[in-house]
């Protein structure tokens, strides 16, 4: 029973080019959960998706950020026009139902030069 | 009225010692509460959770303590090992799916 995958696990932009983070969730699970954390920081909220919906994006930069849950596929968070202050890693999770345990992908590390 | 404070930052314990790692919240609303365990470069995993129903839960070596009345929670690791260093998260959440997480503290248990 495969956990919650993410790629790529490390990725390197320059400022001004788009970042594209996938995330595939447990099998049989259909809320994911996208979290940022900052060097030598706590996990933020950033959005909650179910299936071809967004629930929660309340934690996402108005500006710049996107994301979204194809009813095929992995999720996807789209960062344009990255900027150093995006430089972070940002963790998926996912979960059965929304009450339940949330489990974490491995995260994918963006560093922007 | 979202935030969960977690304290300490940093702890130190010897092998065998039991590190004690506190929260707090506000948010009456919130009704579960896990804990999450990180090491450097991996995601958080979960280790134990804890809803409001009950005072104690206890997993192998780990035990959450809850107080509702004073809103607080804790994480009690016994036995520790060195194996046991690492970050630890509390959280929360009122079935909104969107988890609340303390600041992190840093275990180090020496051999």
């Known amino acids: 029973n495969a956990g919650v995958m993410q790629n790529p696990r490390h990725l390197v932009r320059r400022r001004g080019q788009e970042a594209r983070l996938r995330c595939s969730p447990m099998k049989g699970h259909s809320h994911v959960y996208w979290y940022r954390q900052l060097p030598e920081e706590g996990l933020k909220f950033m959005v909650y998706?179910?299936?071809?919906?967004?629930?929660?994006e309340s934690g996402m930069p108005k500006e710049r950020f996107s994301a979204e849950f194809p009813k095929e596929g992995p999720s996807i968070l789209r960062i344009q026009q990255v900027v150093r202050g995006d430089s972070a890693a940002y963790f998926c999770a996912s979960s059965l139902t929304r009450s339940n345990e949330q489990f974490f992908g491995p995260g994918t590390r963006l560093t922007v030069l | 009225q979202q935030q969960v404070k977690q304290s300490p930052q940093s702890l130190i314990v010897q092998k065998g010692g039991i590190p004690i790692i506190n929260c707090a919240y506000e948010?009456?609303?919130?009704?579960?509460f896990p804990w999450y365990q990180q090491f450097p470069g991996k995601g958080p995993a979960l280790l134990i959770a804890i809803r409001p129903d009950v005072s104690e839960k206890k997993e192998g070596r780990f035990t959450i303590s809850f107080n509702k009345s004073a809103k607080q929670f804790s994480l009690h690791i016994m036995d520790s090992q060195p194996g046991d260093s690492a970050t630890y998260f509390c959280a929360a959440t009122s079935n909104t799916g969107k988890l609340i997480f303390g600041q992190g503290t840093t275990l180090q248990v020496k051999p």
């Open positions: 948010n009456t609303a919130f009704d579960y």
């Open positions: 998706l179910q299936k071809e919906n967004i629930i929660d």
